[in-house]
């Protein structure tokens, strides 16, 4: 049988796993490899979040939302979210699940290793062909790019790679 | 050359608190990199539904987003050093005390985004690609820093400044390759940026400090990175390549401003002047 604090530490974990990204509502932000550490001390829960980009406006809004998602766990009095960059943020951190729940939303999860000469090949979320083009390296939100796919004639987005040796 | 910086490692903001010189010569630098990407990212944005066309709006504006993101780490390294708040430190401080390179605060072109833009678009690219090429140079330098909260910083912001050294350098080749009308633009705007951009590869007065404390490497060896990397780039574009760099309207490094840095700052803290303790 867990202990209570273990039981507690579980209870956080599951109310992170309703906090998804404000940007793109199917994906938590542990789908998206963002929570780096959850401690609790005294009833109280210490949040470790890493940024995806330094300039997304979305994060103030995940604080908060994590604040009252594990605010709302019985036996948490209070929870403090710090934002870190060390580690940093790669999109290798989406999980197996997210990269799932990405396609749902129609953006392609980003390739899982990094080529040095910067070549990738980006899947259509939709038709899963190979046939795209990248219309725009940049798109809607910072980590997103905007992709069309030539076989089913359909636009998409994708997340961008990010990997420390760029 | 001295290796002395592999020797001590700075890991926190009050280790670094502790030597007052450490500390000193740690924010000259932190200044210069917030100011630099603060005044930039702002110039950029002034650019908002104004790009040559929709697909560079997205682009730009996501890249200017990007850029103050990184102001903003810089400021908080200053925050965490004491330097005072660092939403202050972005909007509050006057001309006179801030360290950006001269050639950053330089307005668009004519007008302004409200009235009769004539903002020029080669200025931009060349600007751009100059400035974020030197800036991905001393990320990589940085990446060894003695002081460890900007070492780490500079890991997360190099991985978003490739995506932004790769925009600007596509414009640059292609706008140099296209018609006699861009290329002509484009060497205008080079030679405008070029008698003022030793500055943006300048580390100002504690430079040498900067080295010896393992900061950041010479200011010497980055600036020859810089230059050897322009060089193949305007031999590849069968250019000739424009000689000496220049500082010609002074040194941003000790608070050398023009009247297009009092303007801006007038503009951006317009709002946070209202009010400066609300969350916005």
């Known amino acids: ?31 998206l490899g963002m929570i780096e550490d959850v401690s609790i001390v005294d009833n109280k829960a210490f949040i470790k979040v890493l940024p995806t980009f330094m300039g997304c406006p979305a994060l103030e809004i995940i604080q908060q939302n994590i604040e009252k998602a594990v605010g709302n766990v019985e036996g948490i009095d209070e929870t403090t979210v710090e934002f ?13 699940e997210g990269r799932e729940r990405l396609k749902e939303f129609g953006i392609a999860p980003p390739p899982e290793k990094w080529n040095p000469d910067g070549k990738y090949e980006i899947e259509c979320p939709y038709c899963t062909s190979l046939y795209t083009t990248v219309d725009n390296i940049f798109g809607p939100t910072a980590c997103r790019s905007i992709l069309y796919c030539k076989s089913c004639k359909n636009p998409f987005e994708a997340m961008k790679p990010v990997f420390t040796d760029m | 050359m001295g290796r002395r910086w592999q020797e001590v490692i700075i890991k926190t903001a009050e280790e670094a608190k502790q030597n007052k010189d450490y500390k000193a010569t740690l924010t000259e630098l932190l200044y210069q990199l917030a100011d630099d990407d603060f005044i930039l990212a702002y110039r950029g944005s002034e650019w908002l539904g104004l790009a040559p066309h929709i697909e560079e709006d997205v682009a730009f504006s996501s890249i200017n987003q990007d850029t103050m993101g990184h ?10 050093l004491g330097e005072g708040k660092s939403d202050d430190l972005a909007h509050m401080r006057p001309a006179a005390e801030r360290q950006n390179a001269i050639i950053l605060e330089e307005v668009n ?9 004539r903002y020029d678009w080669a200025f931009a690219v060349v600007r751009n690609y100059f400035y974020d090429l030197a800036k991905k140079i001393k990320l990589e330098a940085l990446k060894t820093s003695s002081y460890e909260p900007l070492a780490h910083a500079a890991v997360k912001i190099n991985m978003e400044q490739y995506y932004h050294v790769m925009h600007w350098s596509t414009w640059f080749k292609q706008l140099l390759s296209a018609n006699e009308d861009a ?3 484009m060497m205008t705007a080079v030679e405008k940026v070029w008698i003022d951009f030793d500055n943006v590869l300048s580390f100002g007065p504690k430079a040498k400090e900067l080295a010896e404390l393992g900061i950041i490497e010479a200011e010497e060896t980055i600036k020859q990175r810089w230059i050897s990397h322009m060089k193949a780039v305007f031999e590849e574009l069968e250019i000739d390549y424009p000689g000496e760099l220049g500082s010609k309207r002074g040194n941003g490094r000790i608070g050398e401003h023009t009247t297009d840095l009092d303007e801006a700052l007038k503009t951006l803290r317009e709002v946070y002047e209202t009010d400066t303790v609300t969350a916005w």
């Open chain 2, 109 to 117: 072109g004519t007008g302004d985004y409200l009235t009769e833009p």
């Open chain 1, 1 to 31: 049988m867990p202990s209570n604090l273990e039981q507690l530490h579980q209870d956080v974990l599951n109310a992170l796993e309703t906090v998804k990204d404000p940007e793109i509502d199917s994906v938590s932000v542990g789908d």
């Open chain 1, 84 to 96: 870190i960059h060390h580690p940093p943020w790669t999109s290798d951190r989406v999980s197996k």
């Open chain 2, 71 to 80: 102001a903003t780490i810089y400021y908080n390294l200053l925050e965490d």
């Open chain 2, 183 to 185: 290329k002509k633009r």
